[in-house]
């Protein structure tokens, strides 16, 4: 990257230093929400709303932790809440990344009459928004009696055309000089589905997993929708209600965002140079 | 050499896999995206209601012509284009430049990237809540803009006044997703030729020439990708208005599109209606995607 700045001028290291000053600020200001939320689940409410803030607690209450996980009633709610999600999300990630990788492996390797305009149909897919079948998807539901169901949060979500493409695209440049040879070798159709292209289908595979998750992690609108009962509520819809009781504790509030964080900032972090590298960013914004 | 009998039977067998392979595709995107994307259109001819007992009767364009005419639907419709608005404009210049700043940057890059990507990995809900306690009176919202501003103790009312909150939900907005078209600018940035801007560092172009020359021009394949996913994304917001208002925002000022089709569905039960808005919001999205790829194809021929 140096050849980027070139020989520098005078005014140019000027700009240089302006724009790390920039930089340097920008990244405090975007890192200081997160902060916030840390120091503050550790707080009692009152510090929290205290003019001026002290960043660091001066009086700890992890107690904060455990009215999060209780709960404004004392059910216990929220652990069964996360429990929903873990569920969900995980459901979503290994179905999305099967399935994906099946039909992009039949559009990637397979060329038959009609191929091309079942990827197309499929591509087309991308152009309707959840947030528009949302309200028909939801009376398919209700017809269905899967409201209230973990059937009814997952099936909508099993796979995506963004999946489809991602595996297509990844699978297209497996060699088909092994799968013939598995052919030859008499080995089925599934089989070597199964034993050879899914085994390799890894980076990809792992990248789509992620996001999925998180994804789904993310997701309010259709569980408000479909989960009524508390029993089958995400954490999403949790955390509004919490967020929203009249006696909620600013405290437990943050100390509900951090638990709900925890295992994205896992993944993400964990698996940082995935998304950092470029083509896997283009959809982890996606909803 | 095979007989060509044998080669048939391949071939045919091949054709029929591959079917295999792809129908649950074909049968899941049936169901759950053409289905329904038909359905809505159908239902918005209809006065169905949720709950209700009646069979729904066929209306024409009676529901298109009720919200059409409706102060509450065009409200909304300038909620989104407002919101819609306010983030575009300092998402996309402020992950342009700071983009530019960290693709001339030898060291820390990654660290960078990490801290203005974070985050994008909360949950929407998460960060509303986050910018919830910020923004209370007596957050840290009021405090900072007050040692800035050198005005102490004024409450800017940031989610109690109907211009506030809107700017509030933007804030939210452009917070989470800063980091994450940041981080598709410099991959765009990545792909353009080291050489060029070699060539004009020799011809005696400065850093701010080298952005405007060669920088914006080169990304615009990139540019236009961002440009239609913010759009598309704050087209769709939901999260952060449905937790503000919930916690008692006003609902008028930020009563975004996906809000109001919510409410309409969930809270008036009047599903025709709720389907005339998810209709119109999915012909406008059709829209934008056409234009996109439009201007995605002449880049790949330019290229």
Known sequence: MTSRLGALRPGEILGSAAALAFLAAACLLVLVPLVFMAGASFMPALDILKMPYRWIPQTWKPANYLRALAGND??????????????????????????????????????????QVVFLLIMATMMIPFETVMIPLYMITVKLGLQDSYAGLIVPFLMNAFGVFLMRQYLITFPGEILDAARIDGCSEPRIFREIVFRNAGPAAATLAVLSFRQQWDNLLWPLLVAQREEMKTIPAYIVKFAAEKHADEGAMMAVAVIASLPVFALFFGLSKYFLGGSAVYSAGKE | MKPASTSGVLERNRSRWGWAFTAPGLVFFGLFSFYPILNAIWTSFFNKKLLSLRPPKFIGFQNYARVLGSEDFWNSVRATAVFTTGVFVPLFTLSLLLAVFIASRKRFRRLFQMALYSPAVLSSVVAALIWLLLLDPRGLANQFVNLVAGTPGVDRRWLSDGTMVQVSTMIVYVWK????????????IGKIPESVYEAAVIDGAGPVQRFFRITLPLLRPTTVLVSVMILIQCLKTFSTQYLFTQAGAPVGPVNVITLNIYNTAMRDLNLGRASVMSTLLFLFMLGLTWVQLRFSRRDEVEL
Do not use: D, Q
Request: net charge positive.
């Open chain 2, 177 to 188: 997703y800063v980091g994450y078209f940041t981080i598709l600018f410099i991959t765009g």
């Open chain 1, 74 to 115: 004392g059910n216990w709610m929220y652990l069964r809440n996360i429990l929903n999600s873990l569920i969900v999300s995980s459901s979503i990630a290994v179905s999305t990344v099967f399935l994906s990788s099946l039909v992009g492996y039949g559009l990637a390797k397979f060329r038959f009459k009609g191929s």
